[in-house]
């Protein structure tokens, strides 16, 4: 790789997940934002170490769960009191017990799709193509080994002092990301 490429991020690798946690940790705290991290299973707290305090998923489906409702109770009222009325057994037309079902079953489904298309959303789903891939040793991130990249479009990002930085938390190899 050339010197002036332009590239992705800093990648450090670890051996355990605890080494990880703590150079998240300390990254985050020495003023790094955009960084993410890699570990063959999941570490207990490392999100919250790498900045991730909020998750908007749940306000998604309350969202589309909401609209369910509203859209079944609507179309079921549409259909029965305004488009086709139809006097069954002498009730009136807008017998609201009978449209709780349609109702419910509407909640649900557009709950389930918004938190589908929310979840895909909101990790940047599908993605057939990310640069950390370029990293070869990056394979082992599903067996054995942790990983904590560095962006380049972080603000405090330095090619030579974040380098540094990586290397004094203890990472076993620093390597550049290539675009």
């Known amino acids: 790789m050339s010197k002036n490429a332009p590239i992705y991020g800093l990648m450090a690798e670890f051996e355990a997940p605890d080494h990880l946690l703590a150079a998240a940790r300390r990254a ?12 063959p299973f999941p570490v207990e707290g490392l999100a919250e170490a790498i900045g991730f305090h909020k998750n908007r998923l749940p306000l998604i489906v309350l969202i589309g769960g909401l609209l369910g409702c509203i859209g079944g109770y609507s179309l079921f009222y549409f259909t ?8 069954v057994g002498g009730r009136p037309h807008h017998s609201w017990p009978a449209f709780i079902p349609i109702a419910f079953e509407t909640t649900i489904l ?7 298309l929310g979840m895909l959303a909101l990790n940047g789903l599908p993605q057939p193509y990310h640069p950390v891939f370029n990293v070869p040793e990056f394979t082992r991130a599903s067996r054995d ?11 405090k990002f330095d090619l030579e002092a974040t380098r540094k930085f990586l290397q004094s938390l203890g990472a076993g190899r620093v390597s550049e990301v290539e675009i």
């Open 28 to 39: 985050y705290q020495e003023g790094y934002r955009r960084m993410d991290a890699y570990s």
């Open 110 to 116: 557009l709950a389930a799709f918004a938190a589908v």
């Open 80 to 87: 029965e009191v305004i488009d086709y009325p139809l006097n």
């Open 145 to 155: 080994r942790f990983f904590l990249c560095i962006e380049s479009r972080d603000p």
